[in-house]
Structures are given as C-alpha cells and as structure tokens.
C-alpha cells in the first residue's frame, strides 16, 4: 500500500500562485508516472499534469505555460508550482501515483481562485 499526502492548497487571488508538494511513502516497488489531477463538484476528475520517473512532463492545455509539475525521486515527491492562476483553476487538486500495479491517490487539497 502506497501513502499519497498533498499539501499547499489554499485561497489566492486572480494572478496569483501557488505551490503543491506531494509526497508517496516509500515502497518495496518503483514509482513509475506521478501526476496532479483536479476535480470539480458535478465534473469528472482531469488531468493536469503528470510526469514520469524520468522526467517527461505532460500538460493539460489550459494550464500550459501557466503550471509546471517537476519531481524529486529520492523522496518520492513531486510539486505543481501554478502561477497566473485564474477562477477557473479552482478546484480539489489531487495527487497520484502509480508504481506499475496499482493507482495510488491522496485525499486531496482545495485551491481557490477568488478576489
């Protein structure tokens, strides 16, 4: 069993940024692919950004150019540093892991974009 937890939610003004850090708790088995993902009430949970152990990067494309999720694999962590945030950003922002058998997901953290 793999223990996702993310922190750095919060509420932001428009412009604003904020950063999200995630850690998975240390397994016998690799953590391959990484990724941030959000989730509004009524609407189906998305991607927004995932990378891989190596380090390839993919983007949704509304937050191209806006966010960039990089990685640290000694700690198994990763971080969503979201800049120019917009309204529509708002969200429960949840993290994933996938060490090659199973999906792997934490509780989830809110950002709120609001003036």
């Known amino acids: 069993q793999v223990q996702v937890v993310e922190s750095g939610g919060g509420l932001v003004q428009p412009g604003g940024s904020l950063r999200l850090s995630c850690a998975a708790s240390a397994t016998i088995f690799i953590i391959n692919d990484m990724g941030w993902y959000r989730q509004v009430p009524g609407k189906q949970r998305e991607l927004v950004a995932d990378?891989?152990?190596?380090?390839?990067?993919s983007y949704a494309d509304s937050v191209k150019g806006r966010f960039t999720i990089t990685r640290d694999n000694a700690k198994n962590m990763i971080f969503l540093q979201m800049n120019s945030l917009k309204p529509e950003d708002t969200a429960i922002y949840y993290c994933?892991?996938?060490?090659?058998?199973?999906?792997?997901w934490g509780q989830g953290t809110q950002v709120t974009v609001s003036s």
């Open positions: 990378i891989t152990r190596g380090g390839s990067t």
């Open positions: 994933n892991a996938n060490n090659g058998f199973a999906n792997y």
